[in-house]
């Protein structure tokens, strides 16, 4: 691949980010919202940049000539403060978006906007609930009384959380078999997902257990900004600013 012009700043710790640091010279940038976050190849920041403001300052005391956002499809807010930083300072943005998960023949997907949403519904399909929309999102099921919560992080939750709450600790990668072990040990009844894409075993265990999967959109991406869906493509986006 040519050389760049510029450094390129890589945006989050997810799958896609940490192979695309071990194919291109990046700056990894991670929020630090997990105290063993997996390490990257290369170079490595920890931490926020203080806003819009700061990640301009940022891209130009480090004249980074190329951004790559990908950060989890979730991290709107991140996602948008890149948008805006480049923007203003003229340096190009891609953002690296795996694809969503689709439903298939026999799933029992019901897709809300966000998590209140999924909450509101929760009760109406079963008691016994397998929460996986990670840690931070948990708050948002904590009036729940009526049901019993089984939720799966790679870090124990923060207050406010529900009353009936059992909390798994562990990273994936997950196996069909191991997922289908777990909702059936669990007396699970309803399984609660973010539309992140990638690895999607526990879908899988739901459809052939016939569990409702409920379903949170995720947030829509900024007007006007470059997309990825693959490793790959990013890589010949970065060729192209050579």
Do not use: N
């Not at 109406?124 to 904590?142: K, W």
């Not at 124990?156 to 059936?184: H, I, K, N, S, Y």
């Amino acid at each position: 691949m040519p050389e760049l012009t510029g450094r390129v700043l890589l945006l989050g710790g997810t799958t896609e980010a940490r192979a695309l640091a071990g194919r291109v010279p990046v700056i990894s940038s991670l929020a630090g919202r997990t105290s063993r976050p997996l390490l990257p190849a290369g170079e490595v920041r920890i931490g926020g940049f203080g806003g819009v403001e700061g990640l301009v300052r940022y891209l130009r005391t480090e004249r980074i000539g190329a951004v790559v956002d990908a950060t989890h499809p979730f991290a709107a807010t991140m996602t948008a403060h890149a948008a805006a930083a480049t923007s203003q300072t003229g340096v190009p943005l891609l953002v690296l978006r795996r694809p969503g998960w689709r439903s298939g023949p026999g799933d029992v997907w019901h897709r809300v906007p966000h998590l209140p949403a999924a909450a509101a519904l929760v009760p109406g399909l079963g008691e016994r609930v397998f929460l996986t929309t990670g840690r931070q999102s948990i708050a948002a099921f904590a009036a729940l009384d009526g049901c019993w919560f089984l939720s799966r992080s790679v870090e124990r939750p923060a207050p406010p959380l529900p009353r009936r709450l059992e909390v798994l600790l562990d990273r994936g990668p997950f196996t069909v078999d191991g997922e289908r072990e777990l909702l059936r040990r669990h007396r699970i009844e309803v399984l609660v997902t973010k539309d992140s894409g990638g690895g999607a075993a526990k879908l899988d265990a739901a459809r052939e257990l016939g569990l409702p999967v409920v379903m949170v959109d995720r947030p829509p991406l900024p007007a006007d900004v470059a997309t990825a869906a693959t490793v790959d493509e990013a890589v010949a986006w970065l060729a192209q600013r050579g």
